[in-house]
């Protein structure tokens, strides 16, 4: 076969998967989260955790961990970052897993990494645009990607490749070139030692103990002027949030005609019995000897007022809020980092939230 007749027979070939793969017909809307699993098993290999060390995540076609696509008779559906993706955990072992054995309802995780409650809004409102959604309850988790700094998560939404409209077209459309982009981003992964994919990662290399060592934890005073210091520092952030709050309230009750539910969870950066709080000072495991108290609290008050924010407008618009971050136990060892619950936390918060839920009408 001469080089011609090869260039043609993979053009041929990439030209049949464009067509049988990709969306130059049907648009799919749902292109700004789609990875390229599409519509199928994600399996990769931990290297983050003690837990399982091969992890599978099983996405339908709007990338929800759900294992039907069919969406119009849901119990639930959670929204949400990270947190409620648990990207690092396998299936049946996320916290959504441990509610679903434990009230027996239709339950779907619509969480994407890093988004925010923007990016919660924008995927509500592709599911309203887009899609049959039919669900008694709407449950949010909004709060770890508010306010990292000020306003700089507000408009945090996952768009991948989006580097101009050129790319971001292709991006949209085209099922090779996705592919194609996805390669080249793991290849870079593995020459810098980061990949996901590394197979057989070595357990004993996982060694919790050497972040948020207890020792680290430093007790702080935290007074009314340091929360209202922090509450005004962060004042641009909680007016987008509460605006994002209002349009997500309006479409789940008066488009999807149903409940809504705000929860939260704790992070690993503090410690809370009764009224003692520890946060943890990322300065002493950098070996830095720099102490700043601002630094510390801030830590904490970030992610506790824009809770806080989250509960009051909850209460405000009679919805069922379950707030986690005050009342669940955990501690560092229930994370594998700064946010995210490994399979020990993922159990305790799940059980946390079956026992809240159950208390919950179904007529």
Request: charge should be positive; aromatic fraction near 18%.
């Amino acid at each position: 076969m001469n080089f011609k007749k090869f260039f043609f027979l993979i053009f041929f070939l990439i030209i049949l998967l464009e067509i049988f793969f990709g969306y130059w017909v049907n648009k799919n809307p749902f292109h700004f989260v789609k990875t390229i699993y599409k519509d199928g098993d994600f399996v990769f290999y931990n290297s983050w955790h003690n837990g399982d060390n091969k992890i599978k995540i099983k996405f339908n076609k709007y990338t929800m961990r759900y294992d039907k696509d069919r969406i119009n008779d849901l119990d639930y559906i959670f929204f949400g970052s990270g947190i409620v993706l648990q990207s690092t955990i396998t299936e049946n072992k996320t916290f959504i897993d441990y509610i679903k054995y434990g009230i027996d309802k239709k339950i779907s995780n619509f969480g994407q990494d890093g988004q925010s409650s923007s990016g919660n809004l924008y995927t509500l409102e592709l599911l309203k645009n887009y899609t049959d959604l039919k669900s008694k309850y709407f449950v949010f988790l909004i709060g770890a990607n508010e306010a990292a700094t000020n306003d700089n998560f507000s408009e945090r939404r996952i768009k991948f490749w989006n580097f101009n409209k050129v790319i971001s077209y292709f991006n949209e459309h085209s099922f090779f070139f996705k592919k194609l982009l996805n390669a080249i981003f793991n290849l870079k992964l593995i020459i810098e030692g980061n990949s996901f994919f590394q197979i057989n990662a070595p357990q004993e290399k996982i060694n919790k103990t050497k972040y948020f060592k207890p020792q680290n934890f430093v007790q702080v005073n935290i007074s009314k002027n340091d929360y209202n210091k922090a509450k005004r520092f962060l004042e641009k952030q909680r007016k987008i949030t509460e605006k994002n709050l209002i349009k997500i309230h309006n479409i789940v009750t008066d488009h999807f005609d149903s409940q809504i539910i705000f929860i939260s969870v704790p992070n690993s950066l503090f410690t809370k019995n009764n009224e003692t709080i520890k946060v943890y000072n990322k300065n002493l495991d950098l070996d830095n000897e720099t102490n700043d108290p601002s630094f510390i609290k801030y830590n904490y008050l970030r992610t506790k007022i824009i809770n806080d924010q989250v509960m009051n407008f909850c209460k405000k618009v009679s919805g069922i809020c379950i707030n986690g971050y005050d009342n669940i136990e955990l501690t560092s060892l229930d994370f594998h980092d700064a946010f995210h619950l490994n399979e020990i936390g993922s159990k305790k918060v799940g059980n946390y939230f079956t026992n809240e839920l159950k208390n919950i009408s179904y007529e």
